[in-house]
């Protein structure tokens, strides 16, 4: 059965360094993967999609890898800042059929940044 | 993007009660989704909404205990029917902008608590 894994302990990492969180899938060949921001008592946020045949994607300071072999992408925030502090959830996009592409998401990464 | 209205944010029900759920869009969108969201797991698709149809359910969720309405292309609730403990969660409307890449909206959430 498809299959997301994510860090399910916290990481604690120092401001102004890098945070490296890691997604990694089984059984699955998605279209796109996408990550999310989500805050205590909110619903996820959007950041960032790469595509299957993208590598890298940036979006400031934030960095997503995707590896299809490894079955895995990796999203780095540079520079990182307590505001940095949350939950961050990948999500793996089906290739389209036509219908709507239901999303499957991991179970997500706390970040704490300290000061 | 899309604004998206959820209410309540919180309830504390008694078992064997029900609790419909709300969620406004700020603009017109042909299908909406709700999750579920149980602590330290991933979001579960519970349902896709359709306006002038039958939601569709996934596996492990039926009409007789989530029903759904969608009257028109704003507006959706969900009612949890005949509450227990276990149905403790949070409960997460959402919307896509483009249904290719599924860059999802959510609401803010309606935390559950069955007592």
């Known amino acids: 059965s498809q299959k997301i894994e994510q860090n399910s302990e916290a990481l604690n990492i120092q401001e102004g360094k890098t945070a490296t969180l890691t997604c990694n899938y089984t059984?699955?060949?998605?279209?796109?993967l996408q990550w999310y921001r989500q805050d205590p008592g909110r619903g996820p946020v959007f950041l960032l999609l790469i595509r299957e045949n993208e590598k890298e994607k940036r979006k400031e300071r934030l960095k997503v890898t995707f590896d299809t072999t490894l079955k895995q992408s990796l999203f780095h925030i540079t520079a990182s800042q307590p505001a940095d502090s949350a939950t961050y959830l990948c999500?793996?996009?089906?290739?389209?059929?036509?219908?709507?592409?239901?999303?499957?998401f991991g179970t997500g990464t706390k970040l704490q940044v300290i000061p | 993007s899309a604004v998206i209205s959820q209410k309540p944010s919180r309830d504390i029900c008694q078992r064997g009660t029900s609790l419909t759920i709300q969620c406004q869009v700020d603009s017109q969108v042909t299908m909406m989704f709700w999750y579920r969201q149980q602590p330290g797991q991933s979001l579960t698709l519970i349902a896709t909404a359709n306006q002038g149809s039958e939601a569709t359910y996934e596996s492990g969720f039926v009409i007789d205990k989530f029903p759904i309405s969608r009257p028109n292309l704003t507006f959706s609730t969900l009612t949890v029917s005949n509450m227990s403990p276990e149905d403790s969660s949070i409960y997460l409307c959402?919307?896509?902008?483009?249904?290719?890449?599924?860059?999802?909206?959510f609401g803010q959430g309606t935390r559950l608590t069955v007592v």
């Open positions: 999500a793996l996009v089906p290739r389209s059929t036509g219908g709507y592409q239901k999303v499957t």
């Open positions: 059984n699955y060949s998605p279209a796109y």
């Open positions: 959402s919307v896509e902008r483009d249904r290719e890449i599924a860059e999802a909206f």
